[in-house]
Each structure stands twice: as structure tokens, then as C-alpha cells.
């Protein structure tokens, strides 16, 4: 079976491509979805692509992630902006976390400027709408490369 990248989706990101267009583009959460399966297959990677709009149940698919699951990539959404608990969840679990904005949270009101993801994850992609899932699928691809699974069986004799 092959090792899995966890990808969590926040509060409202279920209406992409439905409201806002202007803000947060045409595409789906379900396209984005698809598309973050091919290119995880790709790097030979199981991708679990999960969104949902309460904040315990993001903290329970983190702390429940399986073995398999070698890391974290994480549109938090607004809790991105707001929660301790959820950035308390990604440390305690230990993998590597990547944070993705679709929006330049940079160019808009200040109180987006504020993360408590990013002091704990290996990078943050802001501002690239849907491709930034790709490209932080990328990186985390090469860091798990960078790093591999204690756990995995070596081949060496
Ligand atoms: O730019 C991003 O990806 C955000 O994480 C999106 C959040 C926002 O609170 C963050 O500051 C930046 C909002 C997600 C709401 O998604 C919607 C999508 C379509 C229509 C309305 C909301």
C-alpha cells in the first residue's frame, strides 16, 4: 500500500467555485480534489483529501492519522487565523505539515496576516488558487524523499 499524504480542508471551503469567484476562483473543492489524487499518483503517493466545517473534527482525522499517513498538507481556513487547538493537534502528531492559502492572505486584511500553522509547517504556498495544492504536494514529496519513513523496510542486505 502505498504511503499517504493527509490533505485537510477547513470551514467553507466546500462552496468553492460556487460563491466568491473573485476571491477564490472557479474551481471546485472536488476538482481540486482530483486533481491533488492524479498528481499524488504520480509521485507515488495515496492521496485522503478531507474538508470540513467543524474544528474538533479536523483535530480528529489529525490525531487519528493512520501510520501510512507521512504528511500533512492543510488549508485551515478561517481557523488558520483563529486556532490554537488545531495548531496544538499538528505538532503533537509529528509528520511534516505544509500550509496552502488559495488567496495572498498577505495582500487582504491584516487579521489573515496572522497564522498559528505557520510557526509549525515547513512552508506556506499563499495566493496561486487551486495549483498551490499541487506544488505543496511537490514539496512535501521531495521532503519525504529528504527524509525517509523510519519505519519502512530497507532493501540494503
Ligand atoms: O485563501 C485561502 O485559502 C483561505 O484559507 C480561505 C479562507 C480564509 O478565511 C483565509 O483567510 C484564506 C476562507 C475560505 C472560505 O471559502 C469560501 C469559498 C467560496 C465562497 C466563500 C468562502
Do not use: K
Amino acid at each position: 500500500m502505498p504511503a499517504t499524504i493527509l490533505i485537510l480542508n477547513g470551514p467553507n471551503l466546500n462552496l468553492l467555485g460556487r460563491r466568491e469567484p473573485t476571491v477564490y476562483g472557479h474551481e471546485t473543492l472536488d476538482e481540486i480534489a482530483a486533481a491533488c489524487r492524479a498528481r499524488g499518483e504520480a509521485l507515488g503517493y495515496a492521496i485522503d483529501f478531507r474538508q470540513s466545517n467543524h474544528e474538533g473534527e479536523l483535530i480528529e482525522w489529525i490525531q487519528t492519522a493512520h501510520t501510512d499517513v507521512r504528511g500533512i498538507i492543510i488549508n485551515a481556513a478561517g481557523y488558520t487565523h483563529t486556532s490554537v487547538a488545531l495548531a496544538d493537534a499538528l505538532r503533537a502528531v509529528g509528520r511534516p505539515v505544509i500550509e496552502v492559502h488559495l488567496s495572498n492572505v498577505f495582500a487582504r486584511e491584516s487579521f489573515r496576516h496572522t497564522s498559528y500553522i505557520s510557526p509549525i509547517a515547513a512552508g506556506v504556498i499563499a495566493g496561486l488558487g487551486g495549483q498551490g495544492y499541487g506544488l505543496a504536494l511537490e514539496a512535501m514529496s521531495r521532503l519525504l524523499n529528504a527524509s525517509p519513513d523510519p519505519g519502512a523496510q530497507s532493501t540494503t542486505p
